[in-house]
Antibody
Framework: QITLKESGPTLVKPTQTLTLACSFS??????????VGWIRQPPGKALEWLAV???????YYNPSLESRLTITRDTSRSHVVLTMTNMDPMDTATYYC?????????????WGQGTLVTVSS | DIQMDQSPSSVSASVGDIVAITCRAS??????LAWYQQKPGRAPNLLIY???TLQSGVPSRFSGSGSGTDFTLTISGLQPDDFATYYC?????????FGQGTKVEI
């Protein structure tokens, strides 16, 4: 059974850097075609894809946020880290990580429970 | 970026109704489309992938159709547990993009 769980601060100040971790079990990020993605959802709004990292360390970012995002992996500890710099109140959202696959499908399943991050001074 | 336009943004329905939600892509995405269900305060749940393949464990009243640019999620015989928001997502290219969501209300 695949499970994922996000962790990180619930409150950050404007201009600060957000660091979120996604801990997972039930799969390995060293297995061919496996990936972990990050998606966020502002309160009451739609889903927005942020980034993905694959088993071969290939990475893709949302171009609208690419200059602020970094995604890394720690295969030995089964977790993925997302950093977002220069946080703004508009970045207030629930941040999800999710399992995905390359080549056979870029959908996300399953998802972590999400973590709400509020950006406020 | 590939834009995904969902319609309607909301729909009022009753238990037992047939509900259809459409998703239009701004360019040809083949069958690289997924549908998710999201309930308040919960993470999205994958219902359908590859446009028409039902995810394991998802009731058969959910079905997906379409290819290219036009897709439909149909719920045949709405159940109380189905009142939620539904999103489409394209997996043809990066950046991955989602529709704006369709809220199915009583």
């Amino acid at each position: 059974q695949i499970t994922l769980k996000e962790s990180g601060p619930t409150l950050v100040k404007p201009t600060q850097t957000l660091t979120l971790a996604c801990s997972f079990s039930g799969f390995s990020l060293t297995t061919s075609t496996v990936g972990v993605g990050w998606i966020r959802q502002p309160p009451g709004k739609a889903l927005e894809w942020l980034a993905v990292i694959y088993w071969d360390d290939d990475k893709y970012y949302n171009p609208s946020l690419e200059s602020r995002l970094t995604i890394t992996r720690d295969t030995s500890r089964s977790h993925v880290v997302l950093t977002m710099t220069n946080m703004d109140p508009m970045d207030t959202a629930t941040y999800y990580c999710a399992h995905t696959q390359a080549y056979t499908g870029g959908w996300f399943d399953p998802w972590g429970q999400g973590t709400l991050v509020t950006v406020s001074s | 970026d590939i834009q995904m336009d969902q319609s309607p943004s909301s729909v009022s329905a009753s238990v037992g109704d047939i509900v259809a939600i459409t998703c239009r892509a701004s360019q040809n995405i083949g069958s690289w489309l997924a549908w998710y269900q999201q309930k308040p305060g919960r993470a999205p749940n994958l219902l359908i992938y590859a446009a028409s393949t039902l995810q394991s464990g998802v009731p058969s009243r959910f079905s997906g159709s379409g290819s290219g640019t036009d897709f439909t999620l149909t719920i045949s015989g709405l159940q109380p547990d189905d009142f939620a928001t539904y999103y489409c997502q394209q997996a043809r290219s990066f950046p991955r993009t989602f529709g704006q969501g369709t809220k199915v209300e009583i």
